[in-house]
């Protein structure tokens, strides 16, 4: 079994994660291999909060160039986790 940590990288902080917050919505960066049952148990584990729906995404890097030579940032995969009703992480509450 992977630990919890290693399947939950960072958490996404935008101006559009930030608004789906107040409906206990949450936007995280997760490991590519991680499916969302393994996703929902390391939120779960983690942040001590009720999951009740996951959805993922798999964000395609973007084109950067640097002169002439042109390269791409990595993929990475975006899990948007859906909290019970009441529940809230309180590590986002003072963004």
């Known amino acids: 079994m992977k630990d919890p940590r290693d399947i939950i990288i960072r958490p996404v902080v935008t101006e559009k994660s930030s ?3 107040q409906d206990g919505k949450y936007t995280f960066a997760v490991a590519m291999d ?22 993922t995404v798999k ?6 160039r640097m002169g002439r030579f042109v390269g791409r940032k990595p993929s990475w995969k975006k899990a948007i986790v859906t909290l019970a009703p009441g529940q809230k992480i309180e590590l986002f509450e003072g963004m």
């Open 59 to 64: 964000m395609q890097g973007k084109l950067r």
């Open 19 to 21: 608004g789906r917050m």
């Open 34 to 55: 991680a499916n969302r049952t393994e996703i929902k148990e390391a939120v779960e584990s983690i942040f001590k909060v009720r999951v009740t729906k996951v959805n």
